[in-house]
């Protein structure tokens, strides 16, 4: 008997979802490739190859999609019919809502995110060789290089692996990725917690409580309890779960999980990625701007001052972090719903309301300056100064709260991979000269 089906009867009503609905997208992936697989559906030329493969399209990602006009969609719903349609225990989605329509592609009632909550509560007691190796690791060492190292120690307990090794179908190997899964990200903020406390406080970090929806648990972990946070918790970990398949950490963890690493391997592998100063370094960045603008323009900002602030950093050859992004062509929905929080929970932040004057002049001094294809803010220009408001300073420790929020996205996506039965990666690589030759052919 494989291990994971007995522990699956107390999340019966998700596995059951899931089934009906891998069924049927394995009779369209197979239809797809039968009666579609030589269709071309896109133009790989040198540039592409020689910068990222920026815009290429190779991958297949269920769970969002991103638009260079709507911004990102989750299982095609927008964020604001995200916040309208997912339950939350005040305004802003619960996580658990935002993973429930990830795995299944369907809004979930009350009573399935509930079940999920309490199911996520119950799987978040971290073990005991994971808890040894996060206490014996050194202050200085960076949270991200901490979390990866936790992570990794996690695959010692892996469903897939012992159901891999007792010789499990290939068409259920979804099943115990699954059961990692759903055991990873309700570890994940206890971990992130214990790093904190580690790293800042006093070491001492609170049990989290069946009662609590995981931003809750967290919230309090990381030791705070105004309800506030928590639900900038909620709105924070629901908006960076997930941003298509290209970027570096989804990617990574897509890659790493088609070789059929365990789930933990495959996702201390993308938060490695994350780590990187181009990937989810931007926000600390973004905010360590925007408190050097402060200090510059005081507490009664105006729009002029900010004007030529931007037009000084552009002019000394930098540029102004938090706005433009690689696929997005609008101002990212994302910041949007950040600055609408901050107008609903918050009166008194100067830095929330230079945020919101640089909304105004930014663009336009971007589109002054001949930079005009994207002028506009990202995720990153608004959530550093809300974490930076309510007392979360610690800028290392940013990426870390991306990485367990990117972990609904990453280990979704893998189950996916797992239901579909994806192949290994493996894709063509060029030399410079192979390259040469074929564009001497033209």
Same mark, same amino acid.
């Given at each position: 008997m494989i291990f994971s089906r007995a522990n699956f009867r107390r999340i019966s009503t998700l596995k059951q979802i899931m089934e009906a609905k891998i069924a049927e997208s394995r009779q369209r992936l197979?239809?797809?490739k039968k009666d579609h697989g030589n269709v071309p559906i896109d133009q790989v030329t040198i540039d592409q190859v020689v910068r990222g493969m920026r815009g290429m399209k190779a991958l297949l990602t269920e769970t969002s999609r991103l638009d260079p006009f709507k911004g990102i969609t989750f299982r095609g719903l927008s964020i604001p019919e995200c916040q309208q349609r997912l339950h939350g225990k005040y305004r802003e989605p619960m996580p658990e809502s935002m993973y429930w329509l990830l795995l299944t592609g369907e809004v979930p009632t009350f009573d399935q995110v509930e079940e999920l909550r309490g199911e996520l509560a119950k799987r978040s007691q971290i073990p005991a060789h994971t808890l040894d190796l996060l206490n014996s690791l050194p202050k200085h060492m960076h949270p991200m290089t901490q979390l990866s190292m936790g992570v990794l120690s996690l695959g010692a307990e892996s469903e897939f692996m012992k159901a891999y090794d007792a010789g499990v179908k290939k068409s259920e190997y979804w099943i115990s990725t699954l059961e990692d899964s759903l055991s990873l990200v309700a570890k994940l903020p206890g971990m992130a917690a214990i790093i904190y406390n580690n790293v800042y406080k006093d070491g001492k970090t609170c049990d989290p409580s069946i009662k609590y929806d995981l931003s809750e648990n967290f919230g309090r972990m990381l030791g705070f309890s105004d309800n506030n946070f928590f639900e900038l918790m909620r709105l924070y970990l629901t908006i960076h779960c997930d941003h298509e398949g290209g970027n570096v950490s989804s990617h990574t963890t897509h890659l790493v999980g088609s070789a059929l690493s365990d789930v933990y391997k495959a996702y201390s592998a993308g938060l490695n990625g994350l780590a990187g100063p181009l990937h989810g370094l931007a926000n600390q960045e973004c905010l360590k701007w925007l408190l050097e603008l402060w200090k510059v323009v005081g507490d009664n900002a105006e729009e002029d001052s900010i004007a030529v602030y931007v037009k000084e950093t552009l002019k000394n050859g930098k540029v102004v972090p938090g706005y433009g992004h690689a696929?997005?062509? /609008?101002?990212?929905?994302?910041?949007?719903v950040q600055m609408e929080f901050a107008k609903k929970s918050i009166d008194?932040?100067?830095?929330c309301k230079i945020v919101a004057l640089c909304y105004k002049v930014i663009p336009r001094v971007l589109k002054e300056h001949g930079k005009a294809q994207n002028p506009y803010p990202? /995720?990153?220009?608004?959530?550093?100064?809300?974490?930076?408001?309510?007392?979360?300073?610690?800028?290392?420790?940013?990426? /870390?709260l991306f990485g367990v929020s990117r972990a609904l996205g990453c280990t979704a996506s893998t189950i996916w991979d797992r239901a579909l039965m994806l192949p290994i990666e493996r894709p063509a690589s060029m030399t410079m000269e192979g390259l040469e030759e074929f564009a001497a052919k033209e």
């Open positions: 197979t239809k797809l696929v997005l062509r /609008v101002t990212d929905p994302r910041f949007l008194d932040c100067p830095l990202n /995720v990153d220009a608004h959530s550093g100064a809300l974490l930076y408001y309510y007392g979360l300073r610690e800028f290392e420790f940013y990426t /870390v």
